[in-house]
């Protein structure tokens, strides 16, 4: 049976789904129903159901919501049946449904609105999600309750922490509105830090680090021990300790969001870094949403995906989407005859079907890896080459037939050579057995609503990026410097994925096996060829097609020299 998030529809109605998904794209015939959600997008899907009942697919409906007509709503029967009541005209009562077959929305809201009559339109539940947080928000304690909690007073161990529960703790309370706060904005992580005479945090949206959120200095502990106790980690670890590792779930509507901890010592306290791993909102597929890569480099991608053995290699600094970009690899890969297994610290995305091992401490790579040759794999992903053992075990496993997908942190994709080298590696195993090196980055998108229109770019920035004189009448585009409502004020909403790609053929690999070619060389050779773009070229067509500037370019790319 097709499920999506916490919709699951019956075998009949499956069948009849697969069928209309079979002929908007062919390649999904012949997947099982447990693997369609990795092989598609969200939209697709729900557009295929709204298609079967006659009904309109909108994508987006929560900023076009009448709340006054939701407000009127319990909003746990909205959530339990993922529906929401949007607009009013005339006569009729429209509403956003995610499962047109549930006779739900009619009954409920018939005895609410009897005078109106009902007409639906399917939407993402994720939409629906968004209606409902609205009603379900949490608000934090004030500043008072928090200066009068009495710091010797110890916290009861919480199972499931719910970030919309209502919580007489103060404390309790001040995380779980933190939480669902960065769920509801998307942020990807939340810094907690200690300095000399303040006691604070932020979030981190699309990249950046915002505004920070000052609490009082005596809670610093309190704060602390209810996250360790969250992890049920005990507390005694955190001053003998300099780095800790957890990580623990929120539940928050219809969503299981995971949360990876880190937390170091610091000179005036610590620091800790919570990465939200929300599941609810991944829409994992290559060639889709922000992972749209160009059809070349798409296609070298796929082609490189079809060898057999040989080691796939992402590279690219923290936080550049380079595990995000393997998982949906690895969803492509999935069949029922394939055997994948994953080592990673930790587990972010859970696919059905793949074997997911989670290292406690790097003591474990090693007899993990081990035991991985011994359980008849055929593709492994390992979370990061770091240093030589892991190097050594890559390049083991690819020659001994396997395919191996990995990260490593260079900043340039001809680079990963190199890093191996560094590691101890030989040229002729690296040249051997690495099948493509790839360099990603995620760079910030501009908000459609507000970005400013530019008859060009100035001299200035021509001479400091190297642009040719074209790009002096060219028609781009930059970010309000005040934003607007719809991206939050920072003239930016979401990012978009960049990919170099060096794909490594036989001929390439002697060449590099006999030292006649270098890295370097390499990548020219890539670029002087013009078929498959560098990081450069990706972005600056992102800027030709007003999807971007060069602010938030110079971030992630070195723009400073050509290609």
């Known amino acids: 049976m097709i499920s999506i998030d916490s919709i699951t529809f019956n075998e009949g109605i499956s069948d009849r789904i697969m069928a209309r998904l079979e002929a908007h794209d062919p390649a999904i015939a012949n997947i099982n129903h447990d693997q369609i959600e990795s092989k598609t997008t969200r939209s697709t899907l729900m557009a295929a159901i709204a298609s079967l009942r006659d009904l309109p697919f909108i994508p987006k409906v929560a900023a076009l919501t009448d709340m006054e007509l939701v407000r009127v709503c319990d909003p746990k029967v909205l959530n339990r049946g993922m529906f929401a009541p949007i607009a ?25 609105f009897p005078e109106l009559e009902i007409t639906m339109v399917v939407t993402l539940p994720s939409e629906i999600t968004k209606i409902v947080e609205v009603l379900s928000s949490t608000a934090g304690p004030g500043k008072s309750e928090l200066e009068a909690i009495e710091v010797e007073d110890t916290d009861d161990e919480i199972q499931d922490f719910d970030v919309l529960k209502k919580y007489d703790e103060p404390i309790a309370q001040l995380i779980a509105t933190m939480m669902a706060t960065a769920v509801q904005l998307g942020v990807s992580d939340i810094h907690i830090k200690v300095e000399k005479d303040t006691f604070y945090y932020s979030y981190r949206l699309d990249g950046d680090l915002g505004e920070k959120y000052q609490l009082p200095m005596k809670l610093r502990d309190r704060v602390d021990a209810f996250l360790m106790n969250l992890m049920k980690l005990a507390t005694e670890k955190r001053s003998t300790s300099p780095g800790i590792s957890g990580r623990f779930s929120l539940s928050y509507l219809h969503r299981s969001i995971d949360v990876r901890y ?12 919570m990465r939200l791993l929300d599941k609810g909102n991944l829409s994992v597929a290559l060639g889709k949403g922000n992972m749209a890569f160009d059809p070349e480099t798409l296609f070298e991608l796929r082609r490189v995906m079809r060898i057999p053995a040989g080691i796939i290699v992402m590279s690219g600094p923290t936080g550049s989407g380079k595990s ?37 401490g790097p003591a474990e790579f090693k007899p993990m890896i081990s035991s991985f040759m011994r359980s008849d794999p055929d593709i492994i992903l390992m979370g990061e080459v770091r240093d030589t053992e ?10 001994t037939g396997h395919k191996v997908l990995t990260t490593v942190h260079t900043p340039r994709a001809s680079q990963i050579i190199e890093r191996f080298e560094q590691l101890g590696m030989e040229r002729w195993k690296i040249a051997q057995t ?76 002697d060449e590099l096996s006999k030292g006649t070619l270098s890295p370097y060389e390499l990548e020219i050779r ?17 800027l030709e097609a007003g999807k971007t500037d060069l602010k938030a370019l110079a971030k992630v790319i070195d723009m400073t020299y050509t290609d």
Request: charged content about 30%.
């Open 526 to 542: 890539i670029q002087e060829e013009g078929r498959l773009p560098s990081l450069r070229k990706s972005g600056l067509r992102l």
């Open 324 to 360: 995000t970009t393997l998982n949906a690899m690895l969803r492509e890969l999935n069949e029922p005859e394939v055997n994948i297994l994953t080592l990673e610290n930790p587990v972010e995305d859970e696919i059905p079907g793949v074997t997911h091992c989670d290292l406690k």
């Open 434 to 509: 690495l099948k493509a090196a790839c360099a990603q980055r995620l760079c910030k998108e501009l908000c459609t609503s507000c970005k400013i229109r530019l008859d060009g770019v100035s001299e200035e920035d021509r001479r400091v990026f190297n642009l040719e004189e074209e790009w002096a009448h060219k028609e781009v585009y930059k970010a309000a410097p005040e934003g607007c409502s719809e991206c939050g004020g920072s003239g930016y909403k979401g990012r978009t994925a960049i990919l170099e790609i060096i794909p490594i053929s036989p001929s390439v690999s």
């Open 88 to 112: 009013r005209e005339g006569k009729f009562l429209i509403v956003a449904v995610c499962d047109p077959w549930n006779d739900l929305p009619l009954d409920y809201l018939g005895l609410i």
């Open 390 to 399: 892991s190097a050594e075990l890559a390049i083991e496993a690819a020659i």
């Open 262 to 273: 880190e937390r170091h010592r610091t000179y005036r306290g610590y620091h800790v870094t």
